[in-house]
Structures are given as C-alpha cells and as structure tokens.
Nanobody, 124 residues
Framework: QVQLVESGGGLVQAGGSLRLSCAAS????????MGWFRQAPGKEREFVAA????????RYADSVKGRFTISRDNAKNTVYLQMNSLKPEDTAVYYC?????????????????WGQGTQVTVSS
C-alpha cells in the first residue's frame, strides 16, 4: 500500500519561504515521477511542479516558475518543494502525488497515489 506523507506547511508572510517534504513508501520510489499539486479555497486542484524518476527533468506551472524548486532524494524516498518569494495567491492545500510513469507529467490522471495534503497560508 502506497503512503505519501507531506510536511512543512504553515503560515508565512508574503515574500517568505517554506520547504515542503513528502515521504513515500509502498512502491519503488525511484521508478516514478513525483508531482506537487495545490487546491485553493473554492478552486479546482491545479498542477504546481513535477520531477522525473531520476530528477533530471522538471516542469513547473507558469505561476510558480522561478520561485519554486522541486527536487528529490531517491535514497530517502522523499520529494521536496522549495517555495521562495511566496505570495498570498500561493495559499492552498498542497498535495504530493506519485506518478504512474517515470517521466514528467502535469495531468492529475497521470498520478496514481496522493497524500493527504499540507496547508500553506501566505499572509499579506
């Protein structure tokens, strides 16, 4: 059974930084892409960032490009999302997801397993 556990969320002022972590278990972590998605109140869940199985390829939503960095440590079965220059519009529940494929994907349907989410709140 796959388990994804996010941590690192919290309350931060605009312009600040947070680093989210997602610890995975139950499936060969290093064989699959990983992604981060987010859902703001009253909005649909949206893609944020993804990383390939090896970490050699990444992709970002335009809204976070240049501010967020996704990375992974296959030895620790963990994926990270470093978030800098945070804005109030980044406020959302952030979800970690494990892909069905080794390569980068942006669509939710390309991800088989999801974490419970961690709240990120950015105050103005």
């Amino acid at each position: 059974q796959v388990q994804l556990v996010e941590s690192g969320g919290g309350l931060v002022q605009a312009g600040g930084s947070l680093r989210l972590s997602c610890a995975a278990s139950g499936r060969t972590f290093s064989s699959y892409a990983m992604g981060w998605f987010r859902q703001a109140p009253g909005k649909e869940r949206e893609f944020v960032a993804a990383i390939s199985w090896s970490g050699s390829s990444t992709r970002y939503a335009d809204s976070v490009k240049g501010r967020f960095t996704i990375s992974r440590d296959n030895a620790k079965n963990t994926v990270y999302l470093q978030m800098n220059s945070l804005k109030p519009e980044d406020t959302a529940v952030y979800y970690c997801a494990q892909g069905a494929y080794p390569g980068v994907r942006t669509a939710e349907r390309s991800y088989d397993d999801w974490g419970q989410g961690t709240q990120v709140t950015v105050s103005s």
